[in-house]
């Protein structure tokens, strides 16, 4: 009987001394998600759409789970989400704790499917015809996107996830049959920087200047070379921007840490050549850093 009771005894002074030990609920969170691009190099396409028609979410070991309060079906024009622009998809109450991976599941046409109606990702042109996106066939679980974010107990999270277009959508071998490869990152929006400046001594030849972002030391020259069917060229590339009209780029949503640009010269949307390199700029966290480009010192 004493035994019995040193054990009860025990017990309680345990849950006394630490009343969460019972409890491995962490509370729960809010996730606010956005989605933003970067453009593509196209110039006769004005729209890229893409249908979302859910989103999940995965912890670490733990299986893939959907977010329920999701208004979906959405239609996006992805090429209205550049330079800084983002659109909310919603705000998801969860478990808080520690997260790496979103699933965005789309609606788009099997690559098998050849004359799909009413695709629900598809490019539009600047004369009005369209063009569905095509999933690779069998590629119907979604796609993946990656990036570290803690959703905190009893606070909120701004999360932007960067479809970037111009890595995403690539043509085949098969004319006028593009397909939807995205490679879509996720930044917490109050740990991200920018990159952005002005460029001089532009070509007068009539061709556009690129900027592309690496994490500082990842480009080699291999990533200009000309890619393989149904990939892209600069695929290791965070992010890039072309020129806008006062002959500025902005690189936005940007991990802090160090980078180095990639100065590309295209012309009617064909890659030309390499201009030259800007290496070593750090970004900060909600920090503009300025870093103007003068062409003929690359």
């Known amino acids: 009987m004493k035994t019995r009771l040193l054990i009860l005894t025990s017990i309680f002074l345990i849950f006394a ?3 969460g030990c019972e409890d491995k609920n ?5 996730l606010n998600l956005s989605l933003t691009d970067a453009p593509t190099d196209q110039p006769d396409v004005t729209g890229v759409y893409i249908t979302i028609t859910g989103l999940e979410y995965h912890k670490q070991n733990n299986s893939w789970q959907t977010f329920e309060a999701y208004e979906g079906p959405k239609t996006v024009n992805l090429l209205e989400l550049t330079d800084g622009m983002s659109e909310m998809l919603g705000s998801f109450e969860m478990e808080a704790g520690q997260y790496n991976q979103l ?3 789309l ?4 690559r098998g ?3 799909p109606s009413n695709p629900g990702c598809y490019l539009e042109y600047s004369g009005g015809e369209t063009d569905p996106l095509f999933v690779p066939s069998g590629d ?9 974010f803690t959703v905190p107990s009893n606070g909120s999270v701004e999360l932007t996830a960067d479809f970037n277009v111009r890595k995403s959508v690539v043509e085949t071998g098969t004319q006028d049959l593009y397909i939807l490869q995205p490679t879509i990152r996720l930044i917490v ?3 991200a920087g920018t990159i952005a400046g002005g460029i001089t001594n532009l070509p007068t030849d009539g061709s556009e200047i690129l900027v592309y972002a690496y994490e500082d030391g990842t480009y080699s020259d291999t990533e200009a070379a000309e890619p393989d069917v149904e990939t892209s060229r600069f695929p290791d590339a965070v992010t890039s921007d072309a020129l806008d009209e006062e002959n500025s780029y902005q690189l936005n949503y940007l991990a802090p840490m160090t980078y180095d640009l990639v100065v590309v010269r295209t012309l ?3 890659f030309q050549e390499v201009e030259g390199l800007v290496e070593d700029v750090v970004v900060e966290s909600k920090k503009t850093t300025n870093a103007p480009i003068d062409l003929s010192s690359l």
């Open 113 to 115: 499917d050849m004359q």
């Open 17 to 19: 001394i630490f009343p």
């Open 189 to 191: 929006n109050n740990e």
């Open 103 to 105: 699933r965005f599941m």
């Open 268 to 270: 009617g949307g064909q």
């Open 26 to 30: 962490n509370g729960t969170g809010t």
């Open 140 to 148: 119907n679980t979604g796609y993946k996107a990656t990036g570290a």
């Open 107 to 110: 609606d788009a046409p099997e």
